[in-house]
C-alpha cells in the first residue's frame, strides 16, 4: 500500500459529483483558450469547444 486511506464508495462518488458540479456550472471566458490549463481545466475547456464548433456546423 501506498500510505494512502482507502476511500469508501460514498467519498468517491462525493468527489465525483464535486467534479461534476464544477464542470457544468463552468462558464467559459474570453482568454481561457491561451492561458496555462490544469488537466481538469484542459477537458473543460475541449468540451466547449467541441460545443462551440457543433453548434456553428449546425
Same mark, same amino acid.
Request: hydrophobic share 40%; glycine share 4%; aromatic share 6%.
Given at each position: 500500500?501506498?500510505?494512502?486511506?482507502?476511500r469508501?464508495? *460514498?467519498?468517491?462518488?462525493? /468527489? &465525483? =459529483? *464535486?467534479? &461534476?458540479? &464544477?464542470? *457544468?456550472?463552468? $462558464?467559459?471566458?474570453?482568454? $481561457?483558450? =491561451?492561458?496555462?490549463?490544469?488537466?481538469?481545466?484542459?477537458?473543460?475547456?475541449?468540451?466547449?469547444? /467541441? =460545443?462551440? &464548433?457543433? /453548434?456553428?456546423?449546425?
Amino acid at each position: 500500500m501506498n500510505g494512502m486511506t482507502p476511500r469508501s464508495r *460514498e467519498d468517491i462518488k462525493a /468527489r &465525483a =459529483d *464535486e467534479f &461534476a458540479d &464544477a464542470f *457544468e456550472n463552468y $462558464d467559459p471566458q474570453p482568454g $481561457d483558450q =491561451d492561458a496555462p490549463l490544469s488537466p481538469v481545466m484542459a477537458v473543460k475547456l475541449v468540451a466547449w469547444r /467541441r =460545443d462551440t &464548433a457543433e /453548434r456553428e456546423l449546425a
